[in-house]
């Protein structure tokens, strides 16, 4: 049986969800990044 979340409530949990999403995407980012440099530095 599944939990009625009040529309706003869901908006939230949704919301959250996309700051967190959001958050990890820049994470991915950052980590690419910084493994582009250590991969340039061991290609030297």
Do not use: H
């Not at 996309?18 to 990890?24: D, F, P, Q, T, V």
């Amino acid at each position: 049986m599944g939990i009625n979340f009040s529309s706003d409530t869901s908006k939230a949990i949704i919301q959250e969800y996309e700051y967190r999403i959001e958050a990890l995407l820049n994470k991915i980012t950052f980590l690419e990044a910084k493994l582009e440099v250590v991969n340039n530095q061991l290609n030297k």
